[in-house]
């Protein structure tokens, strides 16, 4: 099984910064795209961002020049570098990867268990 463990959410007042980390553990063969989302309360959950493998980056739009994806292969780990916050980004963020656990086996998603951002005006 593939384990995702998510760090670097809290509290921050409007105009501040937070870093998200999501280290991937467990019987990984390989990870293609690695990707946050989030969901604000009453809200369906929604892309943030995108890192394929290659290092291809997509945002969402309202999101771009404020939050960036990285990603270390070597650790297996996904970052989202989030700047000039807003309270409108309250949420819950979630990393996701697709993932295989072998060569043989067929590419499967994993969720993170979620870490709330919560932005104070």
């Known amino acids: 099984q593939v384990q995702l463990v998510e760090s670097g959410g809290g509290l921050v007042q409007a105009g501040g910064s937070l870093r998200l980390s999501c280290a991937a553990s467990?019987?990984?063969?390989?990870?293609?795209?690695m990707d946050w989302y989030r969901q604000a309360p009453g809200k369906q959950r929604e892309l943030v961002a995108t890192i394929t493998r290659g290092g291809i980056l997509n945002y969402a739009d309202s999101l771009k020049g404020r939050f960036t994806i990285s990603r270390d292969n070597a650790k297996n780990t996904v970052y989202l570098q989030m700047n000039s916050l807003k309270p409108e980004d309250t949420a819950v963020y979630y990393c996701?990867?697709?993932?295989?656990?072998?060569?043989?086996?067929?590419?499967?998603?994993?969720w993170g268990q979620g870490t709330q951002v919560t932005v104070s005006s």
């Open positions: 996701h990867i697709k993932a295989k656990a072998s060569r043989w086996e067929y590419e499967n998603d994993y």
């Open positions: 467990g019987r990984i063969f390989s990870i293609n795209n």
